[in-house]
């Protein structure tokens, strides 16, 4: 029997994470979950933190769930690394995935902080990838290894796209295990022909002469139906109506 390739053995692994993922109901079994995705990713730790999530945070009770060990996660809240740690501010500006190694050393606290993180064995390299959900929610998914620099970027290389669906996924868990259930999200039938055609690339002046309306009315659909969904532009506002099968609903074309 041959065995598989590294790829195809990390393809495996994401097929097989998803369908646990999409089976799980409770929280325990969730953070049991974690705990598989950091063996079988080969990983040292994997975190999940909601930051703004209705009903689970406010200002100074975000949600965690890690693999962290508890001596980490006690010295790390008693000391309020919250206020220190740089990966949150950096991490949650992006778009994109972000790397540990980016992140510019401003002073000694945060240098003794990495240092701390490292002695309580967090990880030698980190990844974040921003979260924001399809009702406005904001998160971080995290993993850090210790390995050397050329397979931390052969990890990459092979698993960034699988790491970006499950962090995803992994949100959606913690708000069906936590129960939260969102109103679903209303957006007018002007709003949903507005966004329609921007997803056809077309402009304000293109989108105002096919719904007979001004460029400036337009506009503002747009920003309405952007800020109902919580998104931070409009190609983000289409990709959540869309997941959220709302977009083509009452668009005439």
Same mark, same amino acid.
């Given at each position: 029997?041959?065995?598989?390739?590294?790829?195809?053995?990390?393809?495996?692994?994401?097929?097989?994470?998803?369908? +646990? =993922?999409?089976?799980?109901?409770?929280?325990?079994?969730?953070?049991?979950?974690?705990?598989?995705? /950091?063996? #079988?990713? %080969? &990983?040292?730790?994997?975190?999940?933190?909601?930051?703004?999530?209705?009903?689970?945070?406010?200002?100074?009770?975000?949600?965690?769930?890690?693999?962290?060990?508890?001596?980490?996660?006690?010295?790390?809240?008693?000391?309020?690394?919250?206020?220190?740690?740089?990966?949150?501010?950096?991490?949650?500006?992006?778009?994109?995935?972000?790397?540990?190694?980016?992140? +510019? =050393?401003?002073?000694?606290?945060?240098?003794?902080?990495?240092?701390?993180?490292?002695?309580?064995? /967090?990880? #030698?390299? %980190? &990844?974040?990838?921003?979260?924001?959900?399809?009702?406005?929610?904001?998160?971080?998914?995290?993993?850090?290894?210790?390995?050397?620099?050329?397979?931390?970027?052969?990890?990459?290389?092979?698993?960034?796209?699988?790491?970006?669906?499950?962090?995803?996924?992994?949100?959606?868990?913690?708000?069906?295990?936590?129960?939260?259930?969102?109103?679903?999200?209303?957006?007018?039938?002007?709003?949903?022909?507005?966004?329609?055609?921007?997803?056809?690339?077309?402009?304000?002046?293109?989108?105002?002469?096919? &719904?007979?309306?001004?460029?400036?009315?337009?506009?503002?659909?747009?920003?309405?139906?952007?800020?109902?969904?919580?998104?931070?532009?409009?190609?983000?506002?289409?990709?959540?109506?869309?997941?959220?099968?709302?977009?083509?609903?009452?668009?005439?074309?």
């Amino acid at each position: 029997m041959n065995e598989l390739s590294p790829i195809e053995a990390f393809e495996s692994v994401f097929f097989d994470m998803v369908d +646990e =993922i999409d089976a799980v109901s409770s929280v325990a079994d969730g953070h049991m979950l974690l705990k598989a995705f /950091v063996e #079988r990713y %080969g &990983l040292k730790n994997a975190a999940y933190l909601g930051i703004n999530v209705p009903g689970l945070t406010d200002h100074n009770r975000p949600y965690i769930a890690v693999t962290y060990s508890d001596e980490w996660v006690h010295h790390y809240c008693s000391e309020n690394y919250f206020d220190i740690d740089p990966v949150l501010p950096s991490a949650l500006r992006s778009l994109l995935p972000l790397d540990w190694a980016t992140i +510019e =050393i401003a002073n000694r606290k945060v240098m003794n902080f990495f240092g701390e993180a490292r002695e309580f064995g /967090v990880g #030698r390299h %980190g &990844l974040s990838f921003p979260i924001r959900g399809r009702y406005g929610e904001t998160a971080l998914f995290s993993i850090t290894q210790d390995c050397t620099d050329r397979e931390w970027i052969n990890l990459r290389k092979h698993c960034m796209r699988d790491f970006q669906i499950l962090s995803f996924c992994f949100h959606e868990l913690i708000l069906r295990a936590e129960s939260q259930i969102f109103r679903p999200i209303q957006l007018s039938r002007r709003e949903r022909e507005c966004l329609f055609w921007a997803a056809k690339g077309k402009t304000f002046g293109e989108i105002a002469t096919i &719904l007979t309306i001004s460029e400036r009315t337009v506009k503002f659909y747009l920003d309405v139906a952007r800020h109902k969904l919580g998104a931070m532009n409009i190609t983000e506002a289409v990709a959540k109506a869309v997941s959220m099968n709302i977009l083509f609903e009452g668009v005439k074309l």
